[in-house]
């Protein structure tokens, strides 16, 4: 990935968004993920996004191996995917991508 600017902008949109929301809830996160799963219509999404944070857990895990990074390093973004499923791969891709843009500017200025 050659830009971060995509995910970086989606990644501040998106959790300004997530804290805002968590500052004037009124009930706690465990609440209502409880809730969310207390009726057939509101479980079917939240089981679809949570296989959706599955894949894209499994995806970081193989990317960063990959890349030759441990599979420890993976553990903090599984850890937020798993709490705010689309915060974890949003910050794997702007890291990932500005450790890119880190290792590819030297051999460019050599050139």
């Known amino acids: 990935m050659k830009s971060v600017g995509l995910p970086l902008i989606t990644l501040i949109a998106f959790a300004g968004y997530t804290f805002a929301v968590m500052l004037q809830a ?3 996160l465990l609440e209502f993920g409880l809730g969310l799963m207390s009726r057939p219509d509101t479980a079917q999404v939240v089981i679809d996004l949570y296989l959706l944070a599955t894949l894209a857990g499994i995806w970081m895990y193989r990317d960063a191996r990959s890349r030759g990074q441990s ?10 995917t798993a709490v705010f499923v689309s915060i974890g791969p949003l910050l794997y891709l702007v890291v990932r ?6 290792t590819t500017r030297p051999a460019r200025q050599q050139a």
């Open 26 to 28: 009124e009930q706690s």
């Open 97 to 102: 991508g500005f450790r890119e843009r880190r």
């Open 71 to 80: 599979a420890l390093s993976v553990l903090p973004y599984l850890l937020l």
